[in-house]
Structure formats: structure tokens, C-alpha cells
């Protein structure tokens, strides 16, 4: 129901305007007609909802990775029924996360602009930053420096710091009537000069392609503007991801079953050697350790014939089992073997309560150390699925968002804080006070609220949520 409704954009008024009195089309009709089959992984599809930026409905842009001739690409696409395509900050958030994983994966960058450029009001938390909005530019300076290829289709208005991103492109397509491109529009230059200026003259497609040169290439209609980025993508000795000749096999119980074993109950009750069983090709898996540190799975499968080492929660994450995990991680590392994590988090024990329990205590907190700088240190893709609960420093030992996996996504049953509200005290321990144990309240029914996967994916912790039955093709 949230996918279905993100994806109306700004509604069916805005979409109705957009495409019937400004002749444009929708931006998921764009996305089908670029890329192969229409296909694509969206990227944060729930980033912006339900955040405190008044009647916004989402982040005004879509984000993700498809194919275009067999090229893998990210895409940056401008949704203009959301405000004119205004930049927010949750949208600023999002297209940089996109060029942190074009950068990380040395991804073709695709970016269709229909923008209304920043939204004046949150300034102060969209421009003066090292994270905020030019850091887009200063992203797109560097990406080109790598080599990696950026291309752009000025398809709607490009005002303001929208119109630095098509034209820092290695390439781009402006498209007659509908794309216009220019720092301020024809309301400032009446209000500065008082002239009266037509978009056209000031910064149309005729303009931009036969005066300014800031286009590349002139589009007479929208169709033909993704023809011509096609086109475009097939001359930049990009070489197409060739395709898997390996067959691999289905695992021998059925993927659509994890929706069943999802765990509700974040305690690690479930065996985690369940869902490996419906994740890993053939349900093939050769465990490391297998009897030693048994809290933590580890070991070795293949996903969709992808070699990957996995590394899952099974309870409590115990010296033995984060010792296990050091080892496994650096292993590895060593052969430049993927690492896929899932995280399901186990309560924490309690305290330790005498001089031999805070010895065991000090040492499980020195193992988890060791495999912590272990997953900070393998350099080799990351990949992290929270299937459960992830609390505490349980999300830094397996690769949670601060230790920067290439991808994180979450399952809709996550829970993602600092500690798992169920094991707070309802009742202040020095006895009843009743103004401390309203405070305990609040307190829990806040983590309860904040540590939703949906609270997670909307202010863009993740990459998104995906439904368990779709872990194998994501």
C-alpha cells in the first residue's frame, strides 16, 4: 500500500498536470522507455514519507539501478509532480547515496531533470553543508574524473542548481518545448530587471543547442530524447554486462515460505539455517565452524551463481561466535570472496554480576572488537539484509549502515535502534514514582515508533524494504 502510494507522486491532480497541460510524461513512463524492459531496481522507494516537510509526499525523485543496452546504470530521475521537482533535503540525501553507489560500483550515471532546483525554506539544511547540495556537483567533478560516464536529459524545467547537473554531464539531451534550462527563471529576471522574458528565449531547447551549446543534443519530442541517450550509452565503450551462461539451481524449499518465517519476534528463536535454506542455490551451503560458536552461522553459498560468504545471526553474538566471525570475515577478504550479512539481533544478556562474569563479560566485548575492525577492514563487497532485529553494537559487528556495506536493506518486520524497546522497565526500579515511570513510557512508545523499518527506510537508513521472498533477485 506505501509502494502504491509513493508511487502517485504528488497525486492525481499533480500527475493530470504534468501530463495533459504540460504534454509530459510520467517519470516511471520515462524510466520504461530508457531502460531495457522497463526494468529496474528502485532505490529507497519510501525515502521522504511521512517526514516533517509539510503535505510532501515523498522525495520528488527516484532513484535506482536498471540496464541500458546491457550497461548497468544508475538513474537520478526528477519527479515533478512532487512540488516541480524541488529539492528537498531527504532528495538531496537520496541522489547522493545513488552517486556514492555509482562511484563504489563504477556505474554508468544517468540523470533526467524536470527540477525546480532547491526549496528556499530549508536552505540551512540543504546547501551550506559538506553533505548537502553541492556536493552533488562536486560528486559529478569526480565521477568523471574516475571515468565514469554521466549522461542527461533536460526534460522539464532546470532552474537553479538543477541546471548545473546536465551540464556537467558528459552528454546531454535537451528536449523542444518541455526542457528549459537556466540559473533564474523568467519571474526573477521580471522582478531584477523588470523585462518580460518567454521561457523559450530565455532557455529553451533552440536556444541551448544552436546558441549556448550548453546541450549536446536537440530532442523534438520525449521519445525521441531516450532514443537518443540510448544511443548515446552504446558509444561510451561501456562494456554490457555479459550474461550468466551458469545455470544455477532453485533452492529446494521455496523462496515465497520466508514470508512465513520472517521473525516477529527479534529473538533469534528461529534458526537462521531456515532461511539459508530457501536463499542459497540448491540450498547448498558449506558451513565454517559449523559446531564451534554456533550463535553465529558462517560459511559459504551461491546466490543466483554468485560465490558469496555469509555471515547470520543465530542468537546471541557470544565470544566464541564473534571469534568465529573475525576469522571467517578476514578469510574472506583474503580471497575476495562477497559477504552477504543477516542481521537478526539477540537481547542483550544482562550485566555482569560478579568478578567471573564481568571477566567473560570483557572478553566477549574484546572478540566482538576483533570482528568488528574485521568487517571494517575487508575490502570486498558487502551486502546486509536486516531479516529481524538489529540493536546496538550488534549493527556495527555485522556490517550495519555506519560500517558502509555496498548495499542495506530491510526486511518490513526490521526493527533498527539502539535498543530493542521490549526490554526497557516499565517501572522505575528506586520504586513507583509516578512521574519517572510516565517518562519510561514515553520513552518506549518513542523507540517502539523510531525504530519501525518504515521510520528506517522513509529517512533513508536503507536502501530500501523488500519483501523476503524477493531476497534472492535483489
Not at 544552436?210 to 565503450?237: K, M, W
Not at 534458526?271 to 559459504?300: H, M, W
Not at 518513542?446 to 524494504?465: N, T, V
Request: charged share 20%; aromatic share 6%.
Amino acid at each position: 500500500e506505501l509502494l502504491e502510494r509513493v508511487k502517485k507522486g504528488g497525486g492525481e491532480n499533480a500527475i493530470l498536470r504534468h501530463t495533459q497541460r504540460n504534454k509530459k510524461l510520467f517519470v516511471r513512463e520515462r524510466l520504461r522507455l530508457l531502460l531495457d524492459d522497463g526494468d529496474f531496481l528502485e532505490l529507497s522507494p519510501l525515502a521522504g514519507l511521512d517526514m516533517p516537510y509539510g503535505d510532501v509526499p515523498a522525495a520528488g525523485c527516484l532513484t535506482g539501478i536498471g540496464k541500458i543496452c546491457g550497461v548497468w546504470c544508475v538513474f537520478i530521475a526528477s519527479d515533478a509532480t512532487v512540488k516541480g521537482g524541488t529539492i528537498y533535503p531527504i532528495g538531496v540525501k537520496k541522489q547522493l547515496r545513488a552517486q556514492e553507489i555509482a562511484m563504489e560500483n563504477r556505474l554508468l550515471s544517468v540523470h533526467l531533470v524536470d527540477s525546480g532546483g532547491a526549496f528556499l525554506p530549508l536552505q540551512s539544511e540543504l546547501f551550506p553543508d559538506k553533505l548537502h547540495g553541492g556536493r552533488i556537483f562536486y560528486n559529478e567533478a569526480i565521477m568523471s574524473a574516475m571515468g565514469i560516464p554521466q549522461v542527461a536529459v533536460v526534460c522539464g524545467s532546470c532552474v537553479a542548481g538543477g541546471a548545473y547537473v546536465p551540464t556537467m554531464a558528459e552528454e546531454s539531451v535537451i528536449i523542444d518545448k518541455i526542457g528549459t534550462l537556466f540559473l533564474a527563471g523568467p519571474p526573477l529576471v521580471k522582478a531584477a530587471t523588470g523585462e518580460d522574458v518567454s521561457p523559450e528565449d530565455l532557455g529553451g531547447a533552440r536556444l541551448h543547442s544552436q546558441v549556448s551549446g550548453c546541450s549536446d543534443h536537440f530532442a523534438p519530442s520525449e521519445e525521441e530524447a531516450y532514443e537518443c541517450i540510448r544511443n548515446v550509452v552504446s558509444t561510451l565503450s561501456c562494456e554490457p554486462v555479459p550474461e550468466e551462461d551458469r545455470d544455477h539451481d532453485s533452492p529446494l524449499y521455496s523462496p515465497e515460505e520466508l514470508l512465513g518465517l520472517a521473525p516477529l519476534g527479534y529473538g533469534c528463536t528461529l534458526p537462521v539455517k531456515l532461511i539459508l535454506s530457501r536463499l542459497v542455490d540448491g540450498s547448498r551451503f558449506q558451513e565454517f565452524k559449523a559446531t564451534y560458536g554456533t550463535t553465529l552461522v558462517t560459511g559459504f553459498g551461491r546466490v543466483e551463481g554468485h560465490l558469496v560468504g555469509i555471515v547470520a545471526s543465530n542468537g546471541e553474538l557470544a565470544h566464541d561466535a564473534a571469534l568465529k566471525g573475525s576469522h571467517f570475515v578476514q578469510l574472506c577478504g583474503q580471497r575476495g570472496i562477497p559477504i552477504l550479512f543477516l542481521q537478526n539481533t539477540a537481547p542483550q544478556p544482562a550485566g555482569p554480576a560478579s568478578i567471573s562474569q564481568a571477566e567473560a563479560h570483557s572478553n566477549r566485548l574484546k572478540a566482538q572488537a576483533s570482528m568488528m575492525a574485521a568487517v571494517a577492514c575487508a575490502a570486498v563487497p558487502k551486502i546486509t539484509i536486516v531479516i529481524g532485529g538489529c540493536f546496538g553494537s550488534d549493527s556495527y559487528i555485522m556490517c550495519g549502515r555506519s560500517f558502509s556495506p555496498n548495499f542495506l536493506f530491510l526486511w518490513p518486520n526490521a526493527r533498527v535502534a539502539l535498543v530493542d524497546s521490549r526490554h526497557l522497565p516499565t517501572v522505575p526500579p528506586a520504586g513507583d514514582w509516578t512521574g519517572e515511570e510516565l517518562e519510561l513510557k514515553q520513552l518506549k512508545a518513542k523507540l517502539e515508533e523510531e525504530s519501525s523499518a518504515f521510520y528506517s527506510s522513509s529517512r533513508l537508513w536503507d536502501d530500501g524494504i523488500i519483501l523476503p521472498q524477493d531476497t534472492r533477485k535483489v
